[in-house]
């Protein structure tokens, strides 16, 4: 097929490809369509290595899904985790107990009563 674009010319040459009938048919506005499927599978396409503004990137390439290890390889059993939580309790009480110190100073240092009264019914109810 002769293709003119903007004075040039192109001799445009349609790909023969060879394709198979899938037996799926219908009609679509009045008209009867085949779906049709490609007879061969292409090659793939050849690995190339490219790189823009400096981040290399490749085309071409499959990535192959990767296996996963069993989740009892990676999440600790039950008796690790019930040892480690009252260790961890111990933490977060400790944590708590050093922010609620620190916004009580703060408080002081400002002045300001009624956040002091409410800091150290706060700091009661955790030491309890």
């Known amino acids: 097929m ?7 010319q ?3 040459q ?7 009938e ?18 061969e599978t292409p090659a793939a396409a050849p690995l190339h290595h490219l790189k823009y ?4 990137y490749t085309i071409g390439e499959i990535e192959t899904a990767k296996t996963r290890q069993p989740i009892e ?4 059993s039950g008796t690790v985790l019930s040892n480690l939580l009252p260790q961890v309790s111990r933490l977060h009480k400790a ?3 050093h922010n609620i110190e620190h916004r009580l100073e703060v ?3 400002q002045g300001n009563s009624n956040l002091i009264a409410m800091l150290e019914r706060e700091f009661q109810e955790v030491m309890s």
Do not use: E
């Open 14 to 20: 349609t790909a023969a490809l060879k394709v198979r």
């Open 95 to 97: 944590n708590l107990q």
């Open 73 to 76: 390889a990676v999440v600790p």
């Open 107 to 109: 408080a002081k240092a």
């Open 22 to 39: 899938t037996g799926v048919s219908g009609k679509y506005r009045g008209q009867v369509w085949n779906q049709q499927a490609l007879a």
């Open 10 to 12: 192109h001799d445009r």
């Open 2 to 8: 002769q293709l003119i674009y903007r004075g040039v």
């Open 53 to 56: 503004r400096g981040a290399a």
